[in-house]
């Protein structure tokens, strides 16, 4: 597994950061909504900081459940933190050798 962690980023002259940059790349967070927990068999919420596998290693960011007048509606925040691409899956999926 490879750690996907952001190395800080340096400030330049012209542009300064604002706060604090995040500490993965944007799109590496997996967001489950109530239909998908329902696929995937997740009957309650695991607590923020647990750590799940998901062809990958990722950190609960947030779990909420709110209720509507459509009833209860759950979500679930994961962040990937490490992953790996393997030879074989790079073959089948792009046809390279």
Do not use: H, W
């Not at 509507?68 to 390279?96: C, H, P, V, W, Y």
């Amino acid at each position: 597994m490879v750690n996907m962690k952001q190395e800080p980023r340096k400030e330049t002259l012209c542009c300064p950061e604002v706060g604090d940059p995040p500490a993965y790349p944007y799109g590496l967070r997996v967001c489950l909504s109530e239909e998908s927990l329902k696929k995937l068999g997740v009957s309650s919420l695991p607590s923020v900081g647990t750590t799940m596998r998901l062809e990958a290693v990722v950190e609960v960011c947030s779990a909420s459940e709110n209720q509507t007048a459509k009833g209860s509606e759950r979500n679930l925040d994961l962040q990937i933190t490490d992953m790996q691409l393997s030879t074989d899956a790079a073959q089948t999926l792009f046809g390279k050798d």
